[in-house]
């Protein structure tokens, strides 16, 4: 998709690798305007209903990479990859738990511009066949004159519906945000909103206890997990703030949020 005049075509879609019921909880807490559906089995899509990469503001690339980030340390089970575009270039983001980000570029003429070490390592933190999905994944590495970066973008969904990925009829990487929009309440995506500080706090609560990680909620590992939760989210705000960056801000105050949050619900129950 080429540059046209008008309104910024930057858009962005959030695939995570969890049911709705899932993603619903950490996905509120962003505090942002996002649509929630299914997108196959195993899978969610979380579409932008704003954009806050407009009129001036930070890189789209930069705010879902802090949404990314801060949902996957949120869930810590289950990955986020973000897909994302512009009017020059588009690519992936793939956050999974406290582990770095990995992500891979393409110009929006379709020309590589990531390193191949890092499709291995997306494909190794997705869960991906190592030898037969790896393969697939290879030629959006390589140059391909008939191609552009949308066309990059949908190889990738092919290869990931391997895995159970089926995003709903329309929402098709690289559309405009008002087309994506359209097709995600037309497939009876939700809209999420702040409940509220103390549903928030519950509805995290509850996910967390039906999740594997219930044991991590009370104990000697529920308080070194918050710890290591305030260890990371500190700086990460404070830096996120330095910057103004809005996206890895919101990252460390989820971190602090959740560390300070289980630290005191240990206290509170051990009483």
Known sequence: ?????GPSPAGALLLCRAEPPAVRPPAQLLREGLLLAPAGADWSVLVPEDRPWQDGGEPVERVVTGWATALAVSAATW???AL????????ITLAAGFRRTVGYTWLADGTPAGEDEAMR????RLGLDPVLDVQALEPLTLPDPEGDFRTRLLGLVAVLARTGL???AGLIPGETPGRLREAALAAGAEHLEWPGLFDAVRSELDAVEESPLGPYLRGPRARVLGGAQLAAGVPLLLWGLARRSGG????GALL???GALGLAYDRLRER
């Open 1 to 5: 998709m080429n540059a046209t005049s």
């Open 79 to 81: 990955p986020v990859l």
């Open 84 to 91: 994302w575009w512009d009017a020059d270039h588009a690519g």
């Open 121 to 124: 390592t997306f494909a190794d």
């Open 166 to 168: 089926d995003l709903p």
């Open 248 to 251: 890895w801000a919101a990252a």
């Open 256 to 258: 602090v949020a959740h």
